[in-house]
């Protein structure tokens, strides 16, 4: 009797570690094939190659199992040990992502270098435009959230903050994957360390309008965001110092850690939102409205799709070029929104 048990773990347990190498060897092939600091041809032939061998190798019959399973143990072992360890490599990017915005805080000064403000026109290649911004703290009035939906799946979505001064600018911020040249975003991608993390810094007519000057455009969904301004500049400083740290050392875009809505949600302070790691709308950037209506951070007078419907932007929106100036812009994307009180409930 306990020999059968014994038996039956050990068939189990080789059972299991038979799919972990099947697993872990499927991995580190997709890994091959996204890893963008290996020449392409390398990544081609490897990323068939190495999943096929260490299945062979412990699956094949005949003489020397233990020693060909010993070698694909260590395969698997050292892909993975440099893997993990790569760091992100500097490329040919795109001229939207052409520099890294840094921010530098004194007192109630911040100024931003490399703050985008690029121009976009309908049918037309963005024209970048990098300037020195400077803001004052002191007069920081609140923040949006701002979401772009992709399509008619809920759970693909965009998430961006954009924080509001007394004078009517403002700082939008987006995470997102940064991108070589003739290299289109994959989600997948995120999965396995090809693309940096990066944090663009811009103005709303630059950030906002570039979604709204596609054809067909964007939606655009704006929500004012209910925190007193403690906490609201709380959080803006931290974003700050996350950008100053990519620039320092870069890090990789994460589909599940490092992304447009879990970076925003790391870096959020307690008094802001804290949001428990197993609650999935954390991870899906889809689902950040109803999040943050639970949160109390958006009016949750109505659901979270008749908000969206209420609030969202796409056609009809003028040309930023039409105003004096961003704030006026700004001022005029606000003016075509509801308020809270003119909602139907």
Not at 125 to 133: I, K
Not at 182 to 189: N, Q
Not at 324 to 336: N, Q
Request: glycine share 8%.
């Amino acid at each position: 009797m306990v020999t059968a048990t014994v038996g039956a773990i050990r068939r189990t347990l080789w059972v299991g570690a038979g799919a972990g190498v099947v697993l872990a060897g499927l991995y580190l092939g997709l890994a091959i094939h996204y890893w963008i600091a290996w020449p392409a041809g390398v990544r081609q032939v490897g990323s068939f190659a190495f999943p096929l061998a260490v299945i062979a190798l412990w699956f094949a019959p005949g003489p020397w199992r233990g020693g060909r399973r010993a070698v694909a143990i260590a395969g698997l072992a050292a892909l993975f040990v440099a893997f993990f360890s790569t760091q992100p490599i500097q490329q040919d990017w795109v001229a939207l992502q052409q520099h890294n915005p840094t921010a530098k805080i004194d007192g109630n000064t911040v100024t931003i270098a490399n703050f985008r403000d690029a121009l976009h026109r309908p049918g037309e290649a963005p024209v970048p435009r990098w300037t020195t911004a400077t803001f004052d703290l002191s007069t920081l009035t609140g923040a949006d959230l701002i979401i772009q939906p992709f399509g008619n799946m809920k759970a693909l979505a965009h998430v961006m903050l954009s924080f509001g001064f007394a004078d009517g600018r403002h700082v939008v911020v987006s995470i997102e994957a940064r991108q070589a040249k003739g290299v289109a975003f994959d989600p997948l991608a995120g999965l396995f360390r090809r693309d940096p993390i990066y944090p663009e810094i811009g103005s709303e007519r630059d950030l906002i309008w570039n979604r709204l000057a596609r054809t067909p455009p964007d939606e655009v969904q704006i929500f004012p965001i209910h925190r007193d301004r403690a906490a609201i500049r709380a959080y803006f400083e931290r974003i700050l110092a996350f950008i100053n740290k990519v620039d320092a050392r870069p890090i990789f875009y994460s589909t599940l850690r490092e992304s447009c809505m879990t970076t925003l949600m790391n870096l959020a302070p307690e008094s802001f939102a804290a949001v428990p790691w197993h609650d999935i709308r954390r991870w899906i950037p889809g689902y950040a409205l109803s999040l943050f209506q639970q949160l109390g951070l958006v009016d949750d007078a109505m659901s979270p799709e008749e908000m969206a419907r209420a609030h969202g932007l796409r056609e009809g929106v003028r040309s930023p070029e039409a105003f004096a100036s961003d704030a006026a812009w700004s001022a005029y994307l606000r003016a075509k929104l509801p308020t809270v009180a003119a909602l139907p409930r």
